[in-house]
């Protein structure tokens, strides 16, 4: 099973970046597929998930509204748009596969059994 990121970069604020997590050897339908940042010394943090077999998705309060996220079925990937960044969301960001439902926000980082190398995204002021 591999996940890999793709999408991170430099962008002002206000600016927009889509992340990208294309799967390998799972079928991202089957799955929740959430994802996760993580800065320097602090605890990975859920940003979103997403759940075709439940059928939804959920956001964590300082991205919802702005960030969306969306599954492309044909190319087994999985997208975060990410619209009205701002310099605190300058982070790693991670997507991260797990089977059965997202059960947000109950089930911790370590709750994922498969995890991307993480792509860096930079929001300057």
């Known amino acids: 099973v591999q996940l890999v990121e793709s999408g991170g970069g430099l962008v002002q604020s206000g600016g927009s970046l889509r992340l990208s997590c294309a799967a390998s050897?799972?079928?991202?339908?089957?799955?929740?597929i959430g994802w996760f940042r993580q800065g320097p010394g602090l605890d990975r943090e859920g940003v979103s998930c997403?759940?075709?077999?439940?059928?939804?998705?959920y956001y964590n309060d300082s991205v919802r509204g702005r960030f969306t996220t969306f599954t492309d079925n044909v190319k087994n990937t999985v997208y975060l748009q990410m619209n009205k960044l701002k310099p605190e969301d300058t982070t790693v960001y991670y997507c991260?596969?797990?089977?059965?439902?997202?059960?947000?926000?109950?089930?911790?980082?370590?709750?994922?059994?498969?995890w991307g190398q993480g792509t860096q995204v930079t929001v300057s002021s």
């Open positions: 991260a596969a797990r089977r059965g439902q997202c059960w947000w926000p109950a089930v911790p980082p370590v709750m994922y059994e498969y």
């Open positions: 050897g799972i079928t991202v339908d089957d799955y929740a």
């Open positions: 997403i759940s075709r077999s439940e059928g939804t998705t």
